[in-house]
């Protein structure tokens, strides 16, 4: 009897076999697994007559496209929104600057190159994003993941990986429009932003609370369908709105990375994104062409050599407006310079909306290929190449930016004005985002479902519109109330209204804002459901007094919102601490015995005793207690022997009975040497340097000198090509050193202004 296979399951067999070998070559000679699957799809496809070829392309192309899902799906699992916002100013900065930057240049080459104006836009986008692979490998294998140029770098991947899933988005909707209209492009683009924070803020206010509901009824399997399941949901629902399906994965993966199931789904999902993943690499190996990279030889090699210098250039540029030093920049710059995997799906995208050549994703591939191999070798040699910037750049340039690195640091805080006008922001534009995200659903619910079955039964369209508009008004309530009503950071606004009686009338502007805002939503509202000037403003105030009348009960229902929000929004961290603290009565458990316990106990930085050995202490004869363990930052050191030392800041582990704690206590608190007390606050300390020109009265004064002036601490000297790391209190100023000092802003600003003036 004969029997035929699926040429599909063929096929599968023909991929994963080729994949698996390419990847364990790839493996063994340490490189990424990326390029081993692109291979792998090289040797499969029609281009490769050696071994047999891959028969059902379309149905591969179904599973790459899974794959290509299951990716950003992933990817979306380990963002974390709240990641973002902690990445900082810097890293933001720096990725900006390097993704407009690239862009322009990468458009600007393909038209140099006499590409038309698509296939230069897709070029200018499949260089925005370096590879996070690459770049994580290297830093392993060179040892440099803990230096503090690597934290930047890793912030800047994670701006660039959102930009580039906002990227994608806006390439899709100008290949398929192909118009390039500034204002479609910005409706587009606040349409995109509209609908990420709709579907952030009711994401995480409904999906968390779901997985709490059915935790106790959930294990490894059907976690891994309910999430595959809302994936796949909101890829549905991004496409329906008219975005790609990838943005719609990402989402739903950053929304469920902030639950506190994340790392488990993330393990679940790993496997089926690997497979997935595998087919979908495979897939864009399949369509190299040998004779067209030869053919295109060139354009690889200059794609290549800007991919380099101009992502070396421009991330160092920004890594210097951002306000870090030049060393920093340049190890920065030289990391980043790769093109990473999202440059395949770019190029992938613009192929199969036939926006671009067949040659753009050989292209991509070549440069992806050799900038892999370049990438280890420009971060080794970052601190050379910075070396040769430093020794024949000009010294006044170098001081220029070292002078702007100092000031840009010492911007902390930011002044009330801004505070209290972000806090106005934030709360007009999540409750105003909420309150139409309300009205569209309800909208739709009118048109899909309410009045065809009202017009089937005969009903009147009317009172239809009347009831849709009166439940949309009920159910936004709450959030047309919080703009209109609600203080956001009252105590800041009573502070300047207080202190500055001019700033009034802006506060005045500031609250009349809140209450056209809310005159404009209810009049958007009212548009979709009646016409007619007299009836818009009847309605309009009767909304507004209704919104002051019923303050009580929306405050109270409000209230309730925003704290199941916030539950939700941070139940990741409270339930980590509340492990922590569970484990700290355990272990303090551990060790009760009859009437004794453990408790902890953290040493003074001015306490007498510190730095002195356990065995001079002799607290075990002194107070009758024991000393179960000393925790020094990460190190524990278990039952301590006598000659361990205590030093500041140390966790003692200290056992004893009440009283003996008790009395231990009261007699170690009083053996602290006195502080004299400074007139400055914590957050006044600062690090500046200044430089010692040829009139100062510094010269030849000592750093014990000038630490009476300023009571700070001299922590180095840069003396023509050497660097004095903590000198001496004998050490002496010479023209031209540049001094840093840390210590009370106001003393040294002080200290500065009179080195300008010539005088003490």
Same mark, same amino acid.
């Given at each position: 009897?004969?029997?035929?296979?699926?040429?599909?399951?063929?096929?599968?067999?023909?991929?994963?076999?080729?994949?698996?070998?390419?990847?364990?070559?790839?493996?063994?000679?340490?490189?990424?697994?990326?390029?081993?699957?692109?291979?792998?799809?090289?040797?499969?496809?029609?281009?490769?007559?050696?071994?047999?070829?891959?028969?059902?392309?379309?149905?591969?192309?179904?599973?790459?496209?899974?794959?290509?899902?299951?990716?950003?799906?992933?990817?979306?699992?380990?963002?974390?929104?709240?990641?973002?916002?902690?990445?900082?100013?810097?890293?933001?900065?720096?990725?900006?600057?390097?993704?407009?930057?690239?862009?322009?240049?990468?458009?600007?080459?393909?038209?140099?190159?006499?590409?038309?104006?698509?296939?230069?836009?897709?070029?200018?986008?499949?260089?925005?994003?370096?590879?996070?692979?690459?770049?994580?490998?290297?830093?392993?294998?060179?040892?440099?993941?803990?230096?503090?140029?690597?934290?930047?770098?890793?912030?800047?991947?994670?701006?660039?990986?959102?930009?580039?899933?906002?990227?994608?988005?806006?390439?899709?909707?100008?290949?398929?429009?192909?118009?390039?209209?500034?204002?479609?492009?910005?409706?587009?683009?606040?349409?995109?932003? &509209?609908?990420?924070?709709?579907?952030?803020? !009711?994401?995480? &206010?409904?999906?968390?609370?779901?997985?709490?509901?059915?935790?106790?009824?959930?294990?490894?399997?059907?976690?891994?369908?309910?999430?595959?399941?809302?994936?796949?949901?909101?890829?549905?629902?991004?496409?329906?709105?008219?975005?790609?399906?990838?943005?719609?994965?990402?989402?739903?993966?950053?929304?469920?990375?902030?639950?506190?199931?994340?790392?488990?789904?993330?393990?679940?999902?790993?496997?089926?994104?690997?497979? !997935?993943?595998?087919?979908?690499?495979?897939?864009?190996?399949?369509?190299?062409?040998?004779?067209?990279?030869?053919?295109?030889?060139?354009?690889?090699?200059?794609?290549?050599?800007?991919?380099?210098?101009?992502?070396?250039?421009?991330?160092?540029?920004?890594?210097?407006?951002?306000?870090?030093?030049?060393?920093?920049?340049?190890?920065?710059?030289?990391?980043?310079?790769?093109?990473?995997?999202?440059?395949?799906?770019?190029?992938?995208?613009?192929?199969?909306?036939?926006?671009?050549?067949?040659?753009?994703?050989?292209?991509?591939?070549?440069?992806?290929?050799?900038?892999?191999?370049?990438?280890?070798?420009?971060?080794?040699?970052?601190?050379?190449?910075?070396?040769?910037?430093?020794? &024949?750049?000009?010294?006044?340039?170098?001081?220029?930016?070292?002078?702007?690195?100092?000031?840009?640091?010492?911007?902390?805080?930011?002044?009330?004005?801004?505070?209290?006008?972000?806090?106005?922001?934030?709360?007009?534009?999540?409750?105003?985002?909420?309150?139409?995200?309300?009205?569209?659903?309800?909208?739709?619910?009118?048109?899909?479902?309410?009045?065809?079955?009202?017009?089937?039964?005969?009903?009147?369209?009317?009172?239809? +519109?009347?009831?849709?508009?009166?439940?949309?008004?009920?159910?936004?309530?709450?959030?047309?109330?919080?703009?209109?009503?609600?203080?956001?950071?009252?105590?800041?606004?009573?502070?300047?209204?207080?202190?500055?009686?001019?700033?009034?009338?802006?506060?005045?502007?500031?609250?009349?804002?809140?209450?056209?805002?809310?005159?404009?939503?209810?009049?958007?509202?009212?548009?979709?459901?009646?016409?007619?000037?007299?009836?818009?403003?009847?309605?309009?105030?009767?909304?507004?007094?209704?919104?002051?009348?019923?303050?009580?009960?929306?405050?109270?229902?409000?209230?309730?919102?925003?704290?199941?929000?916030?539950?939700?929004?941070?139940?990741? +961290?409270?339930?980590?601490?509340?492990?922590?603290?569970?484990?700290?009565?355990?272990?303090?458990?551990?060790?009760?015995?009859?009437?004794?316990?453990?408790?902890?106990?953290?040493?003074?930085?001015?306490?007498?005793?510190?730095?002195?050995?356990?065995?001079?202490?002799?607290?075990?004869?002194?107070?009758?207690?024991?000393?179960?363990?000393?925790?020094?930052?990460?190190?524990?050191?278990?039952?301590?022997?006598?000659?361990?030392?205590?030093?500041?800041?140390?966790?003692?582990?200290?056992?004893?009975?009440?009283?003996?704690?008790?009395?231990?206590?009261?007699?170690?608190?009083?053996?602290?040497?006195?502080?004299?007390?400074?007139?400055?606050?914590?957050?006044?300390?600062?690090?500046?340097?200044?430089?010692?020109?040829?009139?100062?009265?510094?010269?030849?004064?000592?750093?014990?000198?000038?630490?009476?002036?300023?009571?700070?601490?001299?922590?180095?000297?840069?003396?023509?090509?050497?660097?004095?790391?903590?000198?001496?209190?004998?050490?002496?100023?010479?023209? +031209?050193?540049?001094?840093?000092?840390?210590?009370?802003?106001?003393?040294?600003?002080?200290?500065?202004?009179?080195?300008?003036?010539?005088?003490?």
């Amino acid at each position: 009897m004969e029997h035929h296979l699926p040429k599909l399951i063929i096929d599968l067999a023909l991929i994963l076999g080729a994949g698996a070998i390419t990847t364990l070559i790839f493996k063994r000679i340490k490189q990424p697994l990326v390029l081993g699957y692109i291979i792998a799809g090289f040797l499969v496809g029609p281009h490769f007559s050696f071994v047999p070829n891959v028969a059902d392309k379309e149905s591969v192309k179904i599973w790459a496209d899974i794959g290509v899902i299951f990716l950003l799906f992933s990817l979306g699992l380990e963002f974390s929104f709240k990641k973002l916002i902690n990445v900082g100013g810097a890293a933001s900065i720096t990725a900006i600057v390097e993704i407009v930057a690239i862009m322009v240049l990468g458009y600007f080459v393909g038209q140099w190159m006499g590409w038309d104006m698509m296939n230069s836009i897709f070029l200018g986008g499949l260089l925005a994003s370096s590879s996070t692979t690459i770049i994580l490998r290297a830093f392993d294998e060179l040892g440099v993941k803990r230096k503090n140029y690597a934290r930047v770098v890793f912030g800047i991947l994670i701006v660039e990986d959102i930009v580039v899933i906002l990227l994608m988005v806006l390439l899709s909707t100008m290949a398929v429009s192909r118009q390039f209209d500034g204002i479609e492009m910005l409706m587009q683009f606040l349409k995109l932003i &509209f609908f990420l924070a709709l579907w952030f803020i !009711f994401g995480i &206010f409904l999906i968390p609370t779901l997985l709490r509901r059915v935790k106790k009824i959930l294990d490894e399997e059907t976690l891994l369908i309910l999430s595959i399941g809302l994936c796949l949901g909101m890829v549905v629902l991004a496409t329906e709105i008219g975005f790609s399906a990838e943005l719609g994965a990402f989402v739903m993966g950053s929304i469920l990375a902030e639950t506190t199931s994340a790392e488990k789904i993330e393990h679940s999902l790993k496997p089926v994104k690997d497979l !997935f993943g595998a087919v979908f690499f495979v897939s864009i190996g399949m369509m190299i062409e040998p004779a067209s990279m030869y053919e295109y030889r060139w354009e690889i090699f200059i794609v290549t050599l800007l991919t380099i210098f101009g992502k070396l250039i421009f991330t160092s540029l920004g890594a210097i407006l951002s306000g870090q030093p030049l060393k920093q920049s340049v190890q920065v710059g030289m990391s980043m310079a790769q093109i990473g995997e999202f440059a395949f799906i770019v190029a992938s995208l613009g192929m199969s909306l036939k926006v671009t050549g067949d040659f753009l994703f050989p292209i991509a591939v070549g440069v992806s290929a050799i900038t892999t191999f370049t990438t280890p070798y420009m971060i080794k040699y970052s601190d050379y190449f910075y070396q040769l910037i430093d020794r &024949f750049m000009p010294q006044k340039m170098l001081k220029v930016i070292d002078r702007y690195s100092t000031g840009s640091q010492d911007i902390q805080k930011e002044n009330k004005w801004k505070t209290l006008t972000k806090a106005y922001l934030s709360l007009i534009l999540t409750n105003g985002i909420v309150s139409i995200g309300i009205l569209f659903f309800i909208v739709y619910l009118r048109v899909y479902f309410i009045l065809p079955f009202a017009q089937s039964r005969g009903w009147n369209s009317d009172l239809i +519109d009347i009831g849709s508009f009166i439940l949309t008004i009920v159910v936004s309530g709450p959030f047309l109330w919080a703009i209109l009503v609600k203080k956001p950071a009252n105590e800041i606004f009573s502070s300047i209204w207080t202190e500055n009686r001019f700033a009034r009338g802006p506060l005045l502007v500031l609250e009349l804002s809140r209450f056209v805002v809310v005159v404009l939503l209810v009049g958007f509202i009212l548009n979709f459901f009646f016409s007619g000037l007299i009836t818009s403003i009847i309605v309009t105030l009767s909304v507004i007094i209704g919104l002051y009348l019923l303050s009580t009960k929306f405050n109270l229902f409000y209230s309730l919102i925003i704290k199941r929000f916030m539950f939700n929004l941070n139940e990741r +961290d409270i339930r980590e601490q509340e492990k922590k603290q569970k484990k700290s009565i355990i272990q303090r458990n551990e060790f009760s015995l009859w009437d004794t316990h453990l408790t902890d106990f953290e040493v003074m930085p001015n306490a007498a005793y510190a730095g002195l050995k356990l065995s001079e202490l002799a607290w075990r004869e002194k107070y009758g207690i024991n000393l179960a363990y000393i925790k020094r930052g990460d190190v524990m050191i278990s039952i301590p022997k006598e000659e361990d030392k205590v030093f500041p800041f140390d966790k003692l582990g200290i056992i004893g009975t009440d009283e003996q704690l008790k009395n231990f206590e009261q007699q170690i608190l009083q053996e602290t040497i006195p502080v004299q007390d400074n007139s400055f606050k914590q957050e006044e300390v600062t690090l500046t340097k200044f430089t010692v020109s040829e009139e100062s009265f510094l010269q030849d004064k000592t750093v014990k000198y000038l630490r009476s002036l300023t009571n700070g601490l001299v922590v180095g000297i840069e003396r023509d090509d050497s660097k004095i790391v903590n000198p001496t209190s004998m050490s002496t100023f010479q023209a +031209d050193d540049v001094v840093w000092i840390v210590g009370n802003k106001k003393a040294i600003t002080q200290l500065i202004e009179s080195l300008e003036t010539k005088s003490i």
